[in-house]
């Protein structure tokens, strides 16, 4: 970094702050105003923008010192202008900076918003999920199910396809890991989605939850036309512990063009049905 734009780390992540505020609403010359604390037609002292981390923080530096800095960051992919409408954000690694500074407060106003009694309050969370970072909205899923509050499955259930496809994959893991209706009812159109990366995380999610209301859309996935998904369904099918299931496995087993590791999970869930069903026998 140039002499004329070092800085203290602290004041770094505070930059990375105030950006994460305003993801992809403002463009660089628009954040450079911020930095500098200026008052413009569009950036009054009444604005939300006044309002947040970045403003003002580097107000005794020349406005062109400013613009450097924007521009260094941007060409060591700390920032990204997000194109077509050529707005900034964070990239992975300027996010995971600020993960421990961020993350736990977005959670407790999530939380906050879904205990309130408010009409509005899904779509309320639903905007604190999708105005933000997806590295940031990430690691939030993590933080909301390492504090096992279910009732985030409301939200996620109303999210679902509206967020990127990381996140979307990290709302099906969240399903496996807290269960419940709303989680059954997510994971069973996820299953179906057209994306195949999708389908195979909704079966492991499945096979977490272990709830034998997932048997049939399990049963359908054995015709997935990628072998990793059929190979995911085999395995959650053995997590039910349902042994209607071992005709459809010994169908699979006999055919002669099925891939080998969806053979191998083929077996291994037939041997975990039979030793079941062995059980059952035993008691009845």
Same mark, same amino acid.
């Given at each position: $970094?140039?002499?004329?734009?070092? $800085?203290? +780390?602290?004041v770094?992540?505070r !930059? #990375?702050?105030?950006?994460?505020? @305003?993801?992809?609403?403002v463009?660089?010359?628009? #954040?450079?105003?911020?930095?500098?604390? =200026?008052?413009?037609?569009?950036? /009054?002292?009444? *604005?939300?923008?006044?309002?947040?981390?970045?403003?003002?923080?580097? *107000?005794?530096? +020349?406005?062109?010192?400013?613009?450097?800095?924007?521009?260094?960051?941007?060409? &060591?992919?700390?920032?990204? &202008?997000? #194109?077509?409408?050529?707005?900034?954000?964070?990239?992975? %690694?300027?996010?995971?900076?600020?993960? +421990?500074l961020? @993350?736990p407060?977005?959670?407790?106003?999530? %939380?906050?918003?879904?205990?309130?009694?408010?009409?509005?309050? !899904?779509?309320?969370?639903?905007a604190?999920?999708?105005?933000? &970072?997806?590295?940031?909205? @990430?690691?939030?899923?993590?933080?909301?199910? %390492?504090?096992?509050?279910?009732? !985030?499955?409301?939200?996620?259930?109303?999210?679902?396809?509206?967020?990127?496809?990381k996140?979307?994959?990290?709302?099906?893991?969240a399903?496996?890991?807290?269960?419940?209706?709303?989680?059954?009812?997510?994971?069973?159109k996820?299953?179906?989605?057209?994306?195949?990366?999708?389908?195979?995380?909704?079966?492991?999610? $499945?096979?977490?939850?272990?709830?034998?209301?997932?048997?049939?859309?399990?049963? =359908?996935?054995?015709?997935?036309?990628?072998?990793?998904?059929?190979?995911?369904?085999?395995?959650?099918?053995?997590?039910?512990?349902?042994? =209607?299931?071992?005709?459809?496995l010994?169908?699979?087993i006999?055919?002669?063009?099925?891939? +080998?590791q969806?053979?191998?999970?083929?077996?291994? /869930?037939?041997?975990?049905?039979?030793?079941?069903?062995?059980?059952?026998?035993?008691?009845?």
């Amino acid at each position: $970094m140039d002499a004329n734009l070092e $800085m203290e +780390p602290d004041v770094l992540i505070r !930059i #990375f702050e105030g950006i994460n505020q @305003v993801d992809k609403q403002v463009n660089a010359a628009q #954040f450079a105003d911020i930095l500098k604390g =200026s008052r413009t037609a569009w950036l /009054t002292s009444d *604005s939300y923008y006044a309002r947040t981390v970045g403003y003002g923080l580097l *107000s005794n530096w +020349p406005k062109k010192h400013i613009s450097d800095l924007i521009g260094y960051l941007l060409e &060591n992919n700390l920032l990204i &202008n997000d #194109f077509p409408a050529d707005t900034l954000s964070l990239s992975e %690694q300027a996010s995971g900076l600020i993960i +421990p500074l961020v @993350v736990p407060e977005l959670a407790d106003e999530v %939380q906050a918003v879904l205990r309130s009694k408010s009409k509005d309050r !899904i779509s309320r969370c639903l905007a604190l999920f999708q105005g933000k &970072n997806p590295e940031i909205v @990430v690691h939030l899923v993590r933080e909301l199910v %390492q504090r096992r509050d279910t009732s !985030i499955l409301l939200c996620f259930k109303a999210l679902q396809r509206r967020v990127p496809k990381k996140v979307y994959l990290q709302l099906i893991w969240a399903c496996g890991q807290l269960g419940g209706k709303d989680a059954v009812s997510l994971l069973s159109k996820a299953v179906q989605d057209r994306d195949s990366a999708i389908r195979v995380k909704a079966c492991q999610a $499945m096979g977490k939850m272990a709830d034998q209301a997932f048997y049939f859309a399990l049963i =359908s996935a054995l015709e997935d036309p990628v072998a990793l998904v059929r190979e995911n369904a085999v395995l959650a099918l053995g997590k039910l512990k349902m042994v =209607s299931a071992l005709k459809r496995l010994e169908l699979m087993i006999g055919n002669p063009v099925e891939e +080998p590791q969806v053979l191998r999970a083929a077996r291994e /869930t037939r041997s975990i049905l039979l030793r079941e069903k062995e059980q059952k026998e035993i008691y009845e």
